[in-house]
């Protein structure tokens, strides 16, 4: 099972960007889907998760500019981000809960994002 995240780059302040966090592998089911965001200097941080449901969270600093989202069928995760923020600039990464044969959290690799002002 692997998590591929993508859609990073270099955007000015006030600018908007989509990442995508592709699963592949033998996948029984995924849970909880969540976004983490690490600074330099920084711990990382959760940013947004969204439950198999669909119920969503967002830490304070992203909230009502970020929105969580995913699809079942592919599967995908998703980060739309607008209004973005030099102090958004980090490495983006996520994160499932994924039930092969037993449920395990995975990782897929970070997206640099870059907010210039």
């Known amino acids: 099972v692997q998590l591929q995240a993508s859609g990073g780059g270099l955007v000015q302040a006030g600018g908007s960007l989509r990442l995508s966090c592709a699963a592949s592998g033998t996948i029984f089911s995924i849970g909880s889907m969540r976004w983490y965001r690490q600074a330099p200097g920084k711990q990382r941080e959760l940013v947004a998760a969204?439950?198999?449901?669909?119920?969503?969270n967002y830490a304070d600093s992203v909230k009502g500019r970020f929105t969580i989202s995913r699809d079942n069928a592919k599967p995908m995760g998703y980060l739309q981000m607008s209004g973005l923020k030099p102090e958004d600039t980090a490495v983006y990464y996520c994160?499932?809960?994924?039930?092969?044969?037993?449920?395990?959290?995975?990782w897929g690799q970070g997206t640099l994002v870059t907010v210039s002002s």
């Open positions: 994160n499932a809960d994924i039930v092969v044969r037993i449920t395990r959290t995975y």
């Open positions: 969204i439950g198999s449901g669909g119920i969503t």
